[in-house]
């Protein structure tokens, strides 16, 4: 049975930084493709980031636009854990954040190491239960 734990969120000011968590457990986690999500109250959900295997020891790494100069994902095999660094936070941050996982290891290794919208809208099979981030200005 695959699980996806998060951790992490929680209040903060605008400028300030969070690191959430993701635990995952009941897949071979480091072939999987895990992810980020957000869902702010009212909107749709949408794609942060995401880091896919290739092979190797070689991560391919995807950010939106807007979060990539702010936001950092990694991971680590060896705890079954990916994290989202969260830098200069702001208000619109505001969201629950969802930890998500792929085990189809071909498809993800078929995304181009640009492609961020295919990553966005590939259909992930596990999901956590998400953790809320709330940002005060």
Known sequence: QVQLVESGGGQVQAGGSLRL?????GLT???CAMAWFRQAPGKEREFVAATTWQGG?????????????RFTISRFNAKNTVYLQMNSLKAEDTAVYYCAASADVERMRSVDHD???????????YWGQGTQVTVSS
């Open 115 to 125: 492609d961020v919208e295919t990553m966005a809208t590939m259909d992930y099979e």
């Open 29 to 31: 986690f480091s072939r």
């Open 21 to 25: 968590s993701c635990v995952a457990s």
């Open 57 to 69: 020891s070689i991560y391919y790494l995807y950010y939106r636009d807007h979060v990539k100069d």
